[in-house]
């Protein structure tokens, strides 16, 4: 069983349109991060939000951490082709020691058509 | 370019074989983790190391073992592998040992195919 649950696992739209990646689990994270992904590379930190509720913006880009602290999305705006890529959401969760662990989503693939 | 640096980008390797890659962190950072990515698991947290020592474990098989060194480089040993074993792994580092808002840097990966 996945921890996280993301969706959809694929989405192919046109260059100009919205679109909403949803992250969703049944356990509390005490932080949740999103990815990007681009193939043969590895993933790059997009953003990590904390508190629950907590809204962050970057550029086109809307991050939502639910109230409870179980689920995010990631809104974009107007997508463009250079938002092509693998999308992961991680939670992040008490390890012990004073780690946290992260889990993550296995992806929503997205490709924007010109 | 994370700073990151992992060594061999790829590697095709047999059925019962050994294998070591290797991983170089950012300037500075002390802690170093270990994922697996394949098509079927997504990206899998194996184990991470802070300043030369164990700070927690993942879902790590027995046959594979890490360590990081003084230089705080670090090296995960793949042993008896199988064709499952066949993904991407990858290393990230951060400075501190792991806190919750902590920013991973990820390296570009080292794609093992085992044969």
């Known amino acids: 069983t996945q921890l996280l649950e993301q969706s959809p696992q694929f989405l192919s739209i046109q260059e100009g349109e919205n679109l909403t990646v949803y992250c969703n689990s049944s356990s509390v994270f005490s932080s949740l991060q999103w990815y990007r992904q681009e193939p043969g590379e590895g993933p790059v930190l997009l953003v990590t939000?904390?508190?629950?509720?907590e809204v962050k913006k970057l550029k086109r880009l809307t991050f939502q951490f639910g109230d409870a602290r179980k689920d995010s999305s990631l809104h974009i705006t107007a997508a463009q082709p250079g938002d092509t890529g693998l999308y992961l959401c991680?939670?992040?969760?008490?390890?012990?020691?004073?780690?946290?662990?992260?889990?993550f989503g296995k992806g929503t693939k997205l490709s924007v058509i010109p | 370019d994370s700073g990151v640096t992992q060594t061999p980008k790829h590697l095709i390797t047999a059925t019962g074989q050994r294998v070591t890659l290797r991983c170089s962190p950012r300037?500075?950072?002390?802690?170093v983790y270990w994922y697996q990515q394949s098509l079927d698991q997504g990206l899998q947290f194996l184990i991470q190391y802070y300043n030369g020592e164990e700070r927690a474990k993942g879902n790590i098989l027995e046959r594979f073992s890490a360590q990081q060194f003084p230089d705080l480089h670090s090296e995960l040993n793949l042993s008896s592998l199988e064709l499952g074993d066949s993904a991407l792994y990858f290393c990230?580092?951060?400075?501190?040992?792991?806190?919750?808002?902590?920013?991973?840097?990820f390296g570009p990966g080292t794609r093992l195919t085992v044969l």
């Open positions: 300037s500075g950072d002390l802690s």
């Open positions: 939000v904390v508190t629950g509720g």
């Open positions: 991680a939670g992040a969760q008490y390890s012990g020691a004073g780690s946290y662990q992260l889990t």
């Open positions: 990230a580092s951060s400075v501190g040992p792991g806190r919750d808002a902590d920013t991973q840097y």
